[in-house]
């Protein structure tokens, strides 16, 4: 790994620290004057709308990833951003005002109401807009901006929140939509302003970007089917629970989820930068894969040796929850398994982006869904809320799998798997004893297991990353005392 994504990882991460501070402060605070009941059907509303988005992307925001380093100059880029752009925004528009017309004629029943369905589609219709918005924000490495975007969006969700419930303005439920609604639009106006030369449709028409519309949607059109398949399975969970169980249950589950956003600070950091800058590499050496193994090694130590300790401090985020939430403690060790998995994954699926094999995510993505399908029916109607975080913790070792194997088929690169489906097998005993058992011994001996195993089977990793760290402290003492 080099300086540059270390520098770019060290401010995005910063920035996503706070805004994860700032959800740590105050969700105790929005759990407490939101009933889980509120709180499950506002689950239910963002469902819907990210359901939606997925499909409505039409794939081309993962064209706009692919295509956008064949040229580095602005005009390039605005012609590619508004052909990418041009379909999901029409598609979004027409989809929204034919389900508002069936809403009103009675033809579409939506469980939350009317008012509920037109906050759907406006909100879904900004989301398409903030993702390629904040998709030029990433791909140029601007790190502060896309830091303070987040912190942006949290606090006035987080504010809006607070004033709308305490006021009275709208029922809990609406409360939580409405705020959610206008960060994103605050955020859409601010990324927009801020990349504006970009975002100018009046220097279009230079032809520039030859990349013709069918190029794009060629690319782009497994990953309509692929991430529609990919958002059931990540929403499989909540449907389930929606489907056998109650409101209630969505809620206490979708609290647990939030407590699993600790792992923002790496997750979304990584995330974020890992996808340009894999690509971008790629692009200027196609034989090198040293950058990939490291890359692997360094968020595999990291997100396992994070998830341990979420699973051991389990009980303490629980209690910050408040009393109605208590059973998210027990819901919480198997969550890991999402960020961690999908984290990892986005290390080993390289091939299948930089060989343009993007209909073999159709197959990830419907593998991970059957098994989430049936792990969810089986489950949910026995342990409920447990039943459906085991099922989607399986299912998500089973997406990074089929990632990693199909993705080697087309650019292999070793990733020592031997070792990592061994503390794989470590953290589902650990996730397996401490969603059936209260806090006691055996919770602290499995994770001093867990975590020196960990440190034993990637010392080299552990010994490169002190090293690190003590370089870096070095060299920051000694500018100080230079000073």
């Known amino acids: 790994m080099n300086n540059k994504f270390l520098k770019h990882f060290l401010v995005i991460g910063s920035g996503t620290f706070i805004s994860m501070v700032i959800g740590f402060l105050t969700t105790p605070i929005i759990t407490r004057i939101v009933s889980p009941t509120e709180y499950g059907q506002f689950s239910i ?32 880029r605005r012609e590619l951003l508004f052909k990418c752009l041009k379909n999901p925004v029409i598609g ?18 939506f469980e939350l109401g009317k008012v509920a369905l037109s906050l759907v589609c406006f909100y879904t219709f900004i989301q398409i807009i903030y993702r390629f918005s904040l998709l030029l924000v990433r791909l140029q490495y601007k790190s502060k901006l896309y830091s303070i975007l987040g912190i942006v969006q949290k606090t006035v969700y987080v504010v809006l929140t607070i004033l709308f ?36 449709p009046g220097l279009l028409g230079k032809n520039e970007c030859t990349i013709t519309q069918g190029e794009l949607i060629g690319y782009a059109y497994p990953y309509i089917f692929s991430m529609g398949v990919t958002t059931l399975f990540q929403y499989i969970d909540k449907i389930s629970l929606n489907y056998y169980c109650s409101y209630e249950e969505v809620g206490i589950y979708s609290s647990t989820m939030t407590l699993i956003h600790v792992f923002s600070i790496i997750q979304t950091t990584f995330n974020t930068l890992w996808a340009p800058m894999a690509v971008e590499h790629y692009t200027n050496d196609k034989e090198d894969v040293s950058f990939y193994q490291k890359g692997n090694q360094i968020i595999t130590v990291i997100m396992f040796f994070i998830g341990f300790t979420l699973i051991l401090c389990k009980d303490v985020f629980s209690v910050l929850l408040g009393a109605k939430y208590r059973e998210a403690a027990y819901i919480l060790p198997f969550l890991i398994f999402n960020p961690i998995m999908y984290t990892i994954s986005e290390t080993t699926v390289n091939g299948l982006v930089f060989k343009k094999k993007s209909n073999m995510q159709v197959v990830v993505s419907l593998g991970a869904c059957i098994v989430n399908i049936i792990g969810n029916t089986i489950l949910v109607p026995k342990l409920g809320c447990q039943g459906a975080a085991i099922s989607t913790g399986f299912s998500y070792i089973v997406f990074f799998t089929l990632r990693t194997i199909l993705s080697n088929r087309y650019f292999y690169v070793d990733i020592h798997l031997k070792k990592f489906y061994f503390i ?18 055996g919770s602290i001996v499995g994770y001093i297991v867990c975590a020196v195993s960990l440190v034993l089977l990637y010392r080299a990793t552990v010994k490169c990353g002190i090293q690190y760290v003590m370089d870096m402290a070095t060299v920051f003492f000694r500018k100080k005392a230079d000073k």
């Open 165 to 200: 419930v305490k006021l009275n303005f709208f029922s809990d439920t609406m409360s939580l939509a409405v705020a959610t609604v206008l960060a994103a639009l605050t955020c859409m106006i601010i990324s927009i302003v801020a990349e504006r030369r970009l975002w100018n």
């Open 424 to 441: 794989t097998a470590l953290a589902i005993m650990y996730a397996f004893y401490n969603t059936f058992v209260k806090f006691n011994i």
């Open 92 to 109: 979004t528009a027409v989809s929204g005002i034919v389900v508002l017309i069936l809403s009103a004629i009675g033809l579409i029943q």
């Open 45 to 76: 509303f963002t469902m819907y709308s990210n359901m939606a988005l997925m499909v409505l992307y039409l794939g081309l925001d993962q064209s706009l990833v692919r295509f956008f380093y064949q040229k580095e100059t602005d005009q390039y």
